[in-house]
Every structure is written in structure tokens, then in C-alpha cells.
């Protein structure tokens, strides 16, 4: 039994969901999305709010049940509230600032980084520049983004130098000298 699976989507006002077959499209006041379901499942409307069945009890219906209810749930969210990761940089020097579609990175290499955002990706930065809001309507893209801007100059467990998730624990080490 899928407990998840189970649970019916609800779909706010202001949301479109477009049912074809096995593909989904789903429209709402921040963006579109769309995904095509696997053919073991079936995705039916009731009222407001979606529903994602499966066919039978094998092993794969079972793995794909949870998975494509919460794929369809977070595009929902995705046009009706969007998503947002926020990292910070500690550093002496350590900045970022964003023009146009890239954002640029110094952090302590002898070049600094220009990061093409990707399509649907916003990105702002506070008036320290220390603080980056990645947002998009797509949490994969916005997940896998700010990973990618993380791996720049992942934090370091001595001095805690380095690019983290704002609600990520850094766990320090002492140095040479903290050992007698």
C-alpha cells in the first residue's frame, strides 16, 4: 500500500491541468510544466483535484505509484507557489552578484566564475553579496542548480570557507594545533 500514492492532489484556483493520454500539462500563474507519465499509471480528475491509480499490485506499479503522484504534486506547486533554495558564502573576499542571465562568482580562485543561469532559473543576491536565492518553478532544476553552484567551493570543515546551503550544519574540525 502507498500511503503517498494514495493521497488525492489538490489543485488550487488558478490552475490548469491539461490530461492527454499519459501526458500531463500542468499551467498556473508562475509557469507551465509538463510531464508524461509512465503507462503503468493512471491519472484521472475529479472535482479539483487529481488522482494517480495504479493497476495492479506488481512490484514496478508499486515503485512508480508514490513517485508519479509526487512528481505531479510538486508541479502543481511549482506554477501555483514556485521553489526556492537560498545558499550563503562565508569567506574573506568570497562575493557573488547577478547581471542579466549569469551570475558571478569570486571565490578565492585566480579567476572569477560566470554561471549561465538556466532557463526558468532566477536567481537574486542580497546587498551584502553574500546571500543567493535560486527560485524557478521546476524543483529539480532548482535543486540541481544550486548543487552545481555549491560544487564552485564546497564548505570546508576547518575554517567553514565556502559556498553552503543556508540551512545546511557545517561540521568543524580542529586544526594541528586544537589536538593537546
Do not use: C, W
Not at 536567481?123 to 553552484?149: E, M, P, R
Not at 565556502?162 to 561540521?171: L, P
Amino acid at each position: 500500500m502507498s500511503r503517498i500514492g494514495n493521497k488525492p492532489i489538490p489543485v488550487p484556483n488558478g490552475v490548469e491541468i491539461t490530461l492527454s493520454g499519459q501526458d500531463i500539462k500542468v499551467k498556473g500563474g508562475k509557469g507551465t510544466l509538463s510531464l508524461s507519465a509512465h503507462p503503468l499509471m493512471n491519472v484521472k480528475q475529479e472535482d479539483n483535484q487529481l488522482v494517480v491509480e495504479r493497476p495492479d499490485d506488481s512490484r514496478k506499479a508499486k515503485s512508480l505509484h508514490g513517485l508519479t503522484r509526487t512528481l505531479i504534486n510538486n508541479m502543481v506547486v511549482g506554477v501555483s507557489e514556485g521553489f526556492k533554495r537560498e545558499l550563503d558564502i562565508k569567506g574573506v573576499g568570497y562575493r557573488a552578484e547577478v547581471k542579466g542571465r549569469v551570475l558571478n562568482l569570486t571565490l578565492g580562485y585566480s579567476h572569477p566564475i560566470a554561471y549561465d543561469l538556466p532557463q526558468g532559473i532566477d536567481a537574486a543576491v542580497d546587498d551584502k553579496k553574500t546571500h543567493i536565492t535560486i527560485s524557478g518553478v521546476d524543483k529539480q532544476l532548482v535543486g540541481s542548480t544550486a548543487a552545481k553552484i555549491r560544487s564552485f567551493r564546497k564548505p570546508e570543515p576547518y575554517g567553514g570557507k565556502g559556498v553552503r546551503y543556508s540551512d545546511e550544519r557545517i561540521i568543524r574540525k580542529e586544526g594541528k594545533a586544537g589536538g593537546k
